[in-house]
T-cell receptor, first 114, second 115 residues
Framework: GDSVTQMEGPVTLSEEACLTI???????????LFWYVQYPGEGLQLLLK?????DKGSNKGFEATYRKETTSFHLEKGSVQVSDSAVYFC?????????????FGTGTKLQVIP | DAGVTQSPTHLIKTRGQQVTLRCSPK?????VSWYQQALGQGPQFIFQ???????QRGNFPDRFSGHQFPNYSSELNVNALLLGDSALYLC??????????????FGPGTRLTVL
């Protein structure tokens, strides 16, 4: 079945440091890939997405590239801010029998300190 | 435009009881999916409803059941509650299940505690 593996946290960085959160996936089909963010006490928000190989999703300074050859979708940001502190989930969406199902990783908690 | 709404926000039940959680999708959306998020874990797919029918189901027992109404809102029912059912239950809505690009919009969740 489909699965997503992402690096364990927490990841603690100083403000303006570079961020990379690794994510790899296993899927039987050709999935779409997503990064979701969950701020404390809130629901999930879509951060960025990519639907085919070599696509780059980007939003709010974050970016990730769909790498089919390495089955990866690593999240990167060049300079993190305190407001980026949250839990980040890598996810994939595959169409099983024509209906969409989203499979999530376990999440990586990011703490940014001033 | 109201996003996905869920009720109640918090719920406390005891083992063996039954619970019903409710979800109203984002305006214009016709598909509702339910997820269970245990503490410190990623959301796990429970099932998806479209046209008032369950279209896909994750690896959850029959104690978990649902319903979708003609106005696209949905309920999640859990019978014979176990301590392990304690979790944040998330509802997500999207516009029809077809297409690979469909973004799911998530509600804030219902926090269920089973004592």
């Amino acid at each position: 079945g489909d699965s997503v593996t992402q690096m364990e946290g927490p990841v603690t960085l100083s403000e303006e440091a570079c961020l990379t959160i690794n994510c790899t996936y296993t899927a039987t089909g050709y999935p779409s890939l997503f990064w979701y963010v969950q701020y404390p006490g809130e629901g999930l928000q879509l951060l960025l997405k990519a639907t085919k190989a070599d696509d780059k999703g980007s939003n709010k300074g974050f970016e990730a590239t769909y790498r089919k050859e390495t089955t990866s979708f690593h999240l990167e940001k060049g300079s993190v801010q305190v407001s980026d502190s949250a839990v980040y989930f890598c996810a994939l969406s595959d169409r099983g029998g024509g209906y969409q199902k989203v499979t999530f990783g376990t999440g990586t908690k990011l703490q940014v300190i001033p | 435009d109201a996003g996905v709404t869920q009720s109640p926000t918090h719920l406390i039940k005891t083992r063996g009881q039954q619970v019903t959680l409710r979800c109203s999708p984002k305006s214009g959306h016709d598909t509702v999916s339910w997820y269970q998020q245990a503490l410190g874990q990623g959301p796990q797919f429970i099932f998806q409803y479209y046209e008032e029918e369950e279209r896909q189901r994750g690896n959850f027992p029959d104690r978990f059941s649902g319903h979708q109404f003609p106005n696209y809102s949905s309920e999640l029912n859990v019978n014979a509650l176990l301590l392990g059912d304690s979790a944040l239950y998330l509802c997500a809505s999207s516009l029809n299940p077809g297409g690979r690009m469909n973004e799911q919009f998530f509600g804030p969740g219902t926090r269920l505690t089973v004592l």
